[in-house]
Antibody, heavy 116, light 107 residues
Framework: EVLLVESGGGLVKPGGSLRLSCQASGFTFRKFDMNWVRQAPGKGLEWVSSVTTDSSYIAYADSVMGRFTISRDDANNSMYLEMNSLRDEDTAVYYC?????????WGRGTLVTVSS | EIVLTQSPATLSLSPGERATLSCRASQRISSGLAWYQQKPGQAPRLLISDAANRATDIPARFTGSGSETDFTLTITTLAPEDSAVYYCHQRYNWRSTFGQGTRLEIK
């Protein structure tokens, strides 16, 4: 069974930092592109970042470019999102999702709240 | 950036009726469109990939169609459990965008 489990969310002050993790199981992690998608309270889905297999290509949404860093550790079946200079508008549930052109498996998400 | 525009924003239908949801892309994207269903408090669930391919375990009453800039998700014989928000999604040059969603309410 494919499982994606996010962790690392919490309450952080504006300007602060947080590191999210996504632990994968049930599939050959290194063979799949991975992604972060977020959803602000009561809002729609927003793509955040993607990393291809072997980290050969990385992309970010303009809203997080220069502040967030995506990475993966294929040996540990894990993906990460390092978030710096956090803003109020980064408050959201952050999902990790597997896939290239479409995202076929999603985790349950981890809530990040940016507030003073 | 490719913008996806979904319509209508909200749809209210009765059980047994047919729902037609639209997604329009600001640029031609061939068949590179997916549809997701999201229920309150849950993660999105893949319904359709590559515009028309039903995902695993998705009932046959969910059908995707279209290409290039105009896409449609059709749900026939609506059931109460179809009440959800539906999103379209594309990924081009490793960058993804989502539509703003269509809320489907089953009366």
């Amino acid at each position: 069974e494919v499982l994606l489990v996010e962790s690392g969310g919490g309450l952080v002050k504006p300007g602060g930092s947080l590191r999210l993790s996504c632990q994968a199981s049930g599939f050959t992690f290194r063979k799949f592109d991975m992604n972060w998608v977020r959803q602000a309270p009561g809002k729609g889905l927003e793509w955040v970042s993607s990393v291809t297999t072997d980290s050969s290509y990385i992309a970010y949404a303009d809203s997080v470019m220069g502040r967030f860093t995506i990475s993966r550790d294929d040996a540990n079946n894990s993906m990460y999102l390092e978030m710096n200079s956090l803003r109020d508008e980064d408050t959201a549930v952050y999902y990790c999702a597997r896939g290239v052109k479409h995202f076929d498996y999603w985790g349950r998400g981890t809530l990040v709240t940016v507030s003073s | 950036e490719i913008v996806l525009t979904q319509s209508p924003a909200t749809l209210s239908l009765s059980p047994g009726e047919r729902a037609t949801l639209s997604c329009r892309a600001s640029q031609r994207i061939s068949s590179g469109l997916a549809w997701y269903q999201q229920k309150p408090g849950q993660a999105p669930r893949l319904l359709i990939s590559d515009a028309a391919n039903r995902a695993t375990d998705i009932p046959a009453r969910f059908t995707g169609s279209g290409s290039e800039t105009d896409f449609t998700l059709t749900i026939t014989t609506l059931a109460p459990e179809d009440s959800a928000v539906y999103y379209c999604h594309q990924r081009y040059n490793w960058r993804s965008t989502f539509g703003q969603g269509t809320r489907l309410e089953i009366k």
